[in-house]
C-alpha cells in the first residue's frame, strides 16, 4: 500500500530532551516536506526537500533541523523540544514539489 | 504575499443538502496551484484534487465538484448530497509556481457537520 508513515503518532517529553520523528513513504517521491498545526495558527511548513541532501527551510524552521539521507526518510529532529514545540506534526512526500502532496497520519507532540 | 481566505468557519447541513465551501487565494504569479484536503476526525490529511492555474475546467467527481475561477480568484468546492461521512474540516491550499519551494499555503479550514 502507497503510504506515508510517521513515528511516533503520539509523544509525551520533557523540555530539553532530544527527540526524532521519523517519516518514511514508499513511493519513490522525490519531494518532501514537514508541516506543524496549530490551532488560529493552521498549517505551516517548517522543512522541506526537492531530493536526497538536498534540504531548505519553510516558514517556521526555529528549534528543528531534518536530514534526507535517503530518497524514501525524511526524520524531523528537535535537539532540545520547547513547550512552544507542542503541536501536530505531518510528514508529506509529493513526485514533484508542483504536485500533490500526501501527508502521513501525524505525531501529536506535547512538550511539557 | 499569497494567501488562502476561506470565510466560512463552521457550516452545519442536514445528510442529502447540498453545500459549497468557499475559497478565495491571493497571489502574484500566474503558475500556481490549487488543491483541497479533507482533514476527517481521525486527524489524517487527504488529498482531493489539485488544479493548475491554466486549467479553469471545473471537475466532477462522483458527489464532489469544483469550480475554479481565475476572474475571481476563487476555487469552491461543492458537495452534493451531503452525507454524515463527509463531516470534517475541509482546506483549501495554494503553492505558488515560482518560488519552486512547494509550499503549501493552506486556508484556515472549514468545519462542515453533516447531521442525520
Known amino acids: 500500500e502507497a503510504q506515508v508513515t510517521q513515528n511516533p503518532r503520539y509523544l509525551i517529553t520533557v523540555t530539553g530532551k532530544k527527540l526524532t520523528v521519523t517519516c518514511s513513504q514508499n513511493?519513490?517521491?522525490?519531494?518532501m516536506s514537514w508541516y506543524r498545526q496549530d490551532p488560529g495558527l493552521g498549517l505551516r511548513q517548517i522543512y522541506y526537500s526537492m531530493n536526497v541532501e538536498v534540504t531548505d527551510k519553510g516558514d517556521v524552521p526555529e528549534g528543528y533541523k531534518v536530514s534526507r539521507k535517503e530518497k524514501r526518510n525524511f526524520p524531523l529532529i528537535l535537539e532540545s523540544p520547547s513547550p512552544n514545540q507542542t503541536s501536530l506534526y505531518f510528514c508529506?512526500?509529493?513526485?514533484?514539489?508542483?504536485?500533490?502532496?500526501?501527508f502521513g497520519p501525524g505525531t501529536r507532540l506535547t512538550v511539557t | 504575499a499569497q494567501k488562502v481566505t476561506q470565510a466560512q468557519t463552521e457550516i452545519s447541513v442536514v445528510e442529502k443538502e447540498d453545500v459549497t465551501l468557499d475559497c478565495v487565494y491571493e497571489t502574484r504569479d500566474t503558475t500556481y496551484y490549487l488543491f483541497w484536503y479533507k482533514q476527517p476526525p481521525s486527524g489524517e490529511l487527504v488529498f482531493l484534487i489539485r488544479r493548475n492555474s491554466f486549467d479553469e475546467q471545473n471537475e466532477i467527481s462522483g458527489r464532489y465538484s469544483w469550480n475554479f475561477q481565475k476572474s475571481t480568484s476563487s476555487f469552491n468546492f461543492t458537495i452534493t448530497a451531503s452525507q454524515v461521512v463527509d463531516s470534517a474540516v475541509y482546506f483549501c491550499?495554494?503553492?505558488?509556481?515560482?518560488?519552486?519551494?512547494?509550499?503549501?499555503?493552506f486556508g484556515q479550514g472549514t468545519t462542515l457537520q453533516v447531521k442525520p
Open positions: 491550499a495554494l503553492s505558488d509556481g515560482s518560488g519552486n519551494t512547494g509550499k503549501l499555503i
Open positions: 508529506a512526500s509529493s513526485l514533484s514539489y508542483s504536485l500533490e502532496q500526501y
Open positions: 513511493m519513490n517521491h522525490e519531494y
